[in-house]
């Protein structure tokens, strides 16, 4: 009987990029997957998507799942024989009771592995531009759970060595308690014009920041509506703030923005320059229905002039029939290639193959015109292509190459279909306010967001940005009575990302 094991994951602070290799690796080979609410949801593209997601809450004090169920979830899937990764926000042995959830596995005899995670007592001082230490202000620091009822007679803190013995304290889950924190410090000897910071939702988009003293900084998380999650940082260090605050001075910081199509490679930029991309696919690339006619076309390639492949996705599942079908790059021997862009033609050169033309421009218009040109002829007589592509692609192209006497056999090389979602988190953040942008490369990026969205969708859309790739999709948009903020000149991803830096940036 196949024996199960537990992965207890910290996923950091909320910045995927601070998931650690290990943790990565132990989500994608899960089967069950047990997460929590303080997590960058992000995090669950990553997962296998056939394995049982079970959600175990813990938002604002109210749990969906109490923690004694959680040891029991995570200890009836092992003993079913799955491999369990056990998602947890920040480290998991840095108050995230993980020690607890490794008992009651040991108690029953399963097997479990601690894959440690960025602490947000690390990680939000970090990215506010905090050192917890510095040879010049503070040699210690101390990490104290902020949430104790301090009015109690016996504290689990130590208040007198804690206010003058340690150079920087960092507490977590404070907001609640801030005030009689900070009057305990006080109390213990603590100057009352100690620096002091609040951290909310480090390491995110929507990161705050707040700085002041002992003496005011409850006045001030108050009237600025400060609210958990957050980290208070006590000390001198906080004065390095001023000098070392780097996360929020990006250009882009702030803005969160949508990505409904697969492959988000080409929205890295925006990520260096502060923003967070949001994935959320509304369609995805799966290959057709039927090969049949693709099929012997590629066991006639050498009838064919010409080449055309117009996108990655067609790159990528063309050479990968050609395999299939016990062909290879010899087969194109005498075949001229054509690619529609630059990263299209890219991934051909991954295959050790020479492109031949790259239109100017990236449409069917501006292919015609290139075709023409690198035939020295208004006429194409004779001349052969084949275009694998897209399923339901637009047909401008075909048709102006058999006006023009050349022969042109379309097929579908990959198709999009709409995911089985139901889109209810990010119902949540588009009504929290919390996308700035929203991208759509295509009509049917658009469309299939509208359908999963539902009635909703068009009301969820109307404080955000809107940017699109070429005139289809913004009549799409513009169609269903909404306002195209940003579309770039070319049709590409790299253009539209552009575009996006000129008009948001600081």
Known sequence: MKKGKVYIVGAGPGDVGLLTVKGLKCLQKAEVVVYDFHLNAQILNYINHNAEFIYAGKRGGKHDMTQDNINRTLVEKAKEGKIICRLKGGDPFVFGRGGEEAEALVDEGISFEVVPGISSSVAAPAYAGIPLTHRAYSSSFAIVPGYEDVTKKESSINWAGLATGVGTIVFLMTVKNISKVCEKLIEHGRNPGTPVAVVRWGTRADQTTLVGTLENITELVKANHIKPPAVMVVGEVVNLRKKLKWFEDKPLFGQRI?????????????????????????????????????????????????????????????????????????????????????????????????????????????????????????????????????????????????????????????????????????????????????????????????????????????????????????????????????????????????????????
């Open 258 to 506: 949508l990505v409904t199509r697969e492959h988000t490679e080409g929205f890295d930029p925006l990520e260096e320059l502060g923003a967070e991309i949001v994935e959320f696919h509304t369609i995805r690339i799966v290959p057709p229905d039927d090969w049949t006619e693709l099929d012997r076309a590629i066991e006639k390639i050498d009838f064919y002039n010409w080449l055309v492949l117009t996108s990655v996705n067609g790159v990528k599942f063309f050479f990968r029939r050609l395999i299939e079908r016990e062909r290879d790059i010899r087969d194109l021997k005498g075949v001229k290639i054509c690619a529609i862009g630059t990263k299209t033609a890219a991934e051909i050169n991954k295959h050790g193959i020479k492109v031949d033309l790259i239109p100017k421009e990236f449409n069917a218009e501006g292919l015609v015109e290139a075709f023409i040109k690198a035939n020295n002829s208004e006429r194409l007589d004779g001349v052969r292509i084949l275009l694998p592509r897209a399923q339901d692609a637009r047909a401008v192209f075909p048709e102006k190459i058999k006006e023009l006497g050349g022969e042109i056999d379309v097929f579908t090389a990959y198709k999009t279909e709409k995911p089985a979602t139901h889109g209810k988190r990010m119902k949540r953040f588009l009504k929290e306010g919390k996308i700035t942008i929203a991208t759509f490369t295509s009509a049917a990026t658009f469309n299939n967001y509208m359908e999963i969205m539902g009635e909703d969708a068009i009301d969820l859309l109307k404080d955000v940005t809107i940017a699109v790739i070429g005139p289809v999709t913004a009549k799409a948009v513009e169609k269903a009575g909404l306002k195209v903020g940003i579309m770039p000149q070319v049709a590409t991803v790299d253009a539209m990302v552009n575009a996006i830096k000129e008009k948001i940036a600081k």
